[in-house]
């Protein structure tokens, strides 16, 4: 389909363990951006891109979270030394125009859980 | 950013309207009023935007009073498959950073056969 998807949908890791999730915003989109969800909560804004630059990293809880989108395209999420806190839907978003407030399309979202 | 403020829940019956109101008093000249809808286990999902007065597409209306203090989404004859969580959201369409979407807990809405 043309929607923005993403992967995997599920993981499960091991606290102190490193992870990946990986977004594939909709083709053309300029903008992207990446929401952390707890359970019973409203989605929480971690990052914006504006292409492949990173204009807002404002909402990452820590330094052991980092995103890229080298290439204006497809982008990752990263993790590091996951604690149970990171236990959450990680929502990634992407939007044709710049700015948060264009019309923005979700991923279904990768559900981490660390045990 | 301005603040909003919407019932936490609402229960319905299927085939009514169910309006939601959101409380936004602080909200700025240039800020848009904006609404998502999310399923369980899917992401959000924009429904509407507006500025002022009314809007309307297929699946719902937004209707903004004169001051722009509130606004009122409305879903007409329900069915069980608009059981949600729905969000309402302010902001400046024009910034293209610092101005980060704000979901709040959003209304819970249970619509009942």
């Known amino acids: 389909g043309a929607g923005v998807s993403q992967s995997p949908r599920y993981k499960v890791a091991k606290r102190g363990q490193d992870v990946a999730l990986r977004c594939d915003p909709i083709s053309g989109h300029v903008s992207l951006f990446w929401y952390q969800q707890a359970l019973g909560q409203g989605p929480e804004f971690l990052t914006y891109?504006?292409?492949?630059?990173?204009?807002?990293k404002s909402g990452l809880p820590s330094d052991r979270f980092f995103a890229e989108r080298p290439e204006g395209s497809v982008s990752t999420l990263k993790i590091q030394r996951t604690q149970q806190e990171d236990s959450a839907v990680y929502l990634c978003?992407?939007?044709?125009?710049?700015?948060?407030?264009?019309?923005?399309?979700f991923g279904p979202g990768t559900r981490l859980t660390v045990l | 950013l301005a603040k909003t403020t919407q019932p936490i829940s609402m229960d319905s019956y299927e085939g009514q309207e169910v309006n939601i109101t959101c409380s936004h008093n602080n909200i700025a000249t240039n800020d848009y009023i904006t609404w998502y809808q999310q399923f369980p286990s899917q992401g959000p999902r924009f429904i509407i935007q507006g500025y002022k007065t009314k809007v309307t597409n297929e699946v719902a209306s937004l209707f903004i009073p004169a001051d722009r203090k509130s606004s009122t989404l409305s879903l007409p004859r329900v069915s069980l498959s608009d059981t949600a969580v729905y969000y309402c959201?302010?902001?400046?369409?024009?910034?293209?950073?610092?101005?980060?979407?704000?979901f709040g807990g959003g209304t819970r809405v249970l619509v009942k056969p």
């Open positions: 959201l302010v902001g400046d369409m024009g910034k293209a950073a610092g101005n980060k979407l704000t």
């Open positions: 891109f504006q292409n492949e630059a990173q204009l807002d």
């Open positions: 978003a992407s939007s044709l125009r710049e700015g948060s407030y264009n019309e923005q399309f």
